[in-house]
């Protein structure tokens, strides 16, 4: 079977798995509507565009920790080995972050239609934001896919993946706020043009690194 | 501890370089031209790093000693 | 013997640096030391200068003082018509009343043989704009552009620590030569599965993590003198912090595994991401437009200019960083050495 149909039925196979076990969907979407809600006690309503912006990335940073943890972290070594035998490593990455990226894309969208109701939505660019939010999650999705994969080698532990994760994705998240603030202040595309670049370039550049290295990760 | 006693004595002496008398231009002219607080920024930086590299050689030295000694038991 | 001459090479570039970096004066410059807002077309003014590395009074003869105003691109010398120095170091310029033409600004320009011409851009301004008058206009002829010795640029901000652009600068790329070297043993150990290049990645990437430590240190003390601040919201500190976090990492994942198979093959993995994130943190993003940096060469503009490294500083500059990086590759073959000879040692 070539990578693209073992990838497809491997994605398949996770939301198969999603359907039986559903805490994992929904434990991560209550943690961003809980959190999101933290933040409206905290502080009703948020003027600044700055803190608005920011917060809901940081929000959304530890909602893909949390989500992202679940993609090797939850597999347990059994099942592990035996996708190992059968599959593709390429394909088991592939099909992992293309769910994982699913789950951010909706977490990202609900989460922000949420954020917007409770604690307002003063963007004045909405295209240019839903683009930021589309790049910004995808590639947490992404890089948090290959970091769980690395955790998943070494004990697997929550810390341990904070710890190697949050450096990783710090310049992408950067660039993803840098973007969204643009959007909320409605400065239009050709300010934010080069910080888009640099975070589609960055997404393209965590694929490849983890499309060409994974398998060497996979092998025990 | 000796880390944290070689730490203390760059300090020591860093600070103790703010004590020195300029030399050709007169004091207020040096407080308006940062003169003397830039230079000093310059000594401190060199001491760091001096302090730096001291630190790594004497873990290094740490390092070459017990691999002397495991040597040494084991050639017993 | 034939083996060791780079560590020569490497004590006399540092010894070159040491001596040329702190022995080079800096250059001779020149201050306000009064209010630089002047009335425009009213009254005389007096301007009191401060020198640094002046001589203003051995060269009396030939000291010379004038502003200059711009008038569509072209420049309007105003000549000082008296002026007092006190010593080498200070001297008080008095003016005839100016009118304002083009720009509010004017340029001071002050010259004597000795020191060349010293100059201030937009060294006082007018809050008047009134045009009229004929200002006392004057030609300027000068015997040397500039004084002869050789000397570090005078830059406001920075006057002597300029000399840490030979210290702190190198340490970064020290710690990025090593973090190279690094990266290339780990794809060559994704090759070959070989730990001889394991070991030579993680003993570069624990010397580059010192580099980078000092680096951030002495850039916090540098800062405060001539930023004011220890540490500010600069892009290229917060991410060269966030790249050592990154290396820290990095080192906590290699305490995790115990397998050394499996420990050198993820940290080399991870050590990957590491690196193409430190090329994108400190050489992609702080070229952008709109981020806030106090490095030359960032926010836009482009790097190491003739005006950031004028050529008295570059070739010092250019042997500082040759040797630091040499000093850090023998720093990590001492401690490469060291490793080998425990292994060859525990595996008898």
Redesign the interface.
């Known amino acids: 079977m070539s990578v693209s149909s073992q990838t497809f039925s491997l994605l398949k196979r996770e939301f198969l798995q999603e359907q039986r076990q559903k805490y994992a969907f929904f434990g991560v979407l209550l943690f961003l509507v809980s959190t999101i809600f933290i933040a409206k006690f905290s502080f009703h309503t948020i003027k600044s565009i700055p803190v608005w912006n920011s917060l809901y990335w940081v929000i959304l940073l530890f909602a893909a920790v949390t989500g992202a943890a679940k993609s090797f972290g939850a597999e347990s070594k059994g099942r592990l080995l035996y996708l190992y035998t059968i599959a593709d490593p390429k394909a088991v990455l592939l099909s992992k972050m293309l769910y994982n990226v699913l789950l951010m894309l909706v977490l990202g969208f609900t989460g922000m239609i949420f954020y917007s109701f409770l604690i307002g939505f003063p963007v004045q660019d909405t295209p240019m934001f839903l683009v930021a939010l589309f790049l910004g999650s995808t590639g947490l999705a992404c890089a948090f896919t290959m970091i769980s994969a690395i955790a998943s080698k070494a004990g697997n532990n929550f810390t341990l993946m904070a710890i190697l994760g949050f450096p990783v994705v710090l310049p992408l998240l950067l660039a993803a706020i840098k973007v969204s603030k643009y959007a909320a202040d409605g400065l239009g595309w050709a300010v934010s043009m080069d910080y888009m670049l640099v975070l589609g370039m960055m997404n393209l550049v965590i694929i490849a690194l983890a499309y060409l290295l994974f398998p060497y990760l996979w092998r025990d | 501890m000796k880390k944290f006693l070689s730490l203390l004595l760059i300090i020591v002496f860093a600070s103790s370089l703010n004590a020195q008398p300029a030399q050709t231009?007169?004091e207020k002219?040096f407080q308006?031209?940062?003169?003397h607080?830039?230079?000093?920024?310059?000594i401190?930086?060199?001491s760091?790093?001096l302090a730096?590299?001291f630190i790594?050689l004497w873990r290094?030295e740490r390092?070459?000693s017990r691999?002397e000694k495991?040597?040494q038991k084991?050639n017993k | 013997m034939k083996r060791n001459w780079w560590k020569f090479l490497c004590a006399a570039f540092l010894f070159f640096t040491l001596i040329f970096g702190l022995k080079t004066p800096v250059a001779p410059g020149i201050l306000l030391n009064c209010n630089s807002i002047i009335p425009a077309y009213s009254a005389p003014f007096k301007l009191e200068i401060l020198g640094y590395n002046t001589r203003f009074l051995q060269q009396k003869n030939s000291f010379r003082a004038w502003l200059i105003n711009w008038d569509k691109n072209k420049p309007v010398h105003i000549c000082a018509n008296s002026f007092s120095v006190k010593d080498d170091t200070h001297a008080e310029l008095s003016f005839q009343p100016v009118s304002v033409l083009d720009s509010m600004f004017f340029d001071l320009a002050v010259y004597n043989d000795a020191d060349g011409k010293l100059y201030m851009d937009h060294a006082i301004y007018s809050t008047d704009t009134i045009r009229g008058g004929m200002d006392p206009m004057c030609n300027v002829t000068i015997k040397n552009e500039k004084q002869d010795h050789f000397a570090f640029p005078f830059r406001t901000v920075l006057y002597e620590s300029i000399r840490n652009l030979f210290f702190h600068v190198p340490m970064w790329f020290s710690m990025i030569a090593l973090l190279s070297w690094a990266l290339w043993n780990n794809l060559v150990f994704l090759r070959k599965f070989d730990m001889k290049n394991d070991q030579r990645a993680n003993t570069a990437i624990t010397t580059a993590v010192t580099f980078g430590v000092l680096g951030l240190i002495t850039g916090s003390i540098w800062a405060r003198i001539t930023w004011l601040e220890w540490w500010g919201d600069d892009v290229k500190l917060n991410g060269t912090a966030i790249t050592m976090l990154a290396y820290l990492a990095y080192l906590v994942l290699r305490n995790a595994i115990d397998d050394e198979q499996k420990r050198a093959r993820v940290t080399a993995i991870y050590s990957i991401f590491a690196y193409v994130m430190m090329i994108v943190l400190i050489g992609v993003l702080p070229r952008l437009q709109g981020t806030d940096s106090l490095h030359p060469g960032n926010g836009g503009n482009p790097g190491f200019n003739q005006y950031d490294l004028d050529n008295t500083l570059r070739p010092v500059f250019y042997i500082a960083v040759a040797g630091w990086i040499m000093l850090g590759f023998w720093i990590y073959s001492l401690k490469l050495r060291i490793q080998n000879i425990k292994l060859h040692h525990n595996s008898q």
């Open positions: 231009l007169d002219l308006s031209l940062h003169g607080a830039s230079l000093n920024a310059v401190v930086v060199m760091i790093i730096g590299i790594t290094i390092k070459v691999l495991d040597i084991d």
